[in-house]
């Protein structure tokens, strides 16, 4: 499914992370990304979501989710 979004930088996250995003919150900015949107995975390379910076807030947001059905 993320095929599609290959171009865009990918970002492991952390336990706290994942747990933060797949509930909707943002999470900080990591400083080393340079793009507005990024691919986020957990530490087992489970595809999680499609994430956009917030330059406001210095945080990413997810804008869409997939959850295991």
Not at 8 to 22: G, R
């Amino acid at each position: 499914m993320d095929t599609v979004v290959n171009d865009w930088i990918a970002v492991i996250l952390t336990p706290e992370q994942e747990h933060a995003i797949m509930n909707g919150r943002t999470i900080p900015y990591s400083a080393d990304n340079t793009a507005n949107r990024c691919r986020a995975y957990s530490r087992d390379g489970r595809f999680l979501a499609l994430l956009r910076y917030l330059p406001d807030k210095a945080a990413w947001q997810p804008e869409k989710v997939f959850h295991d059905e």
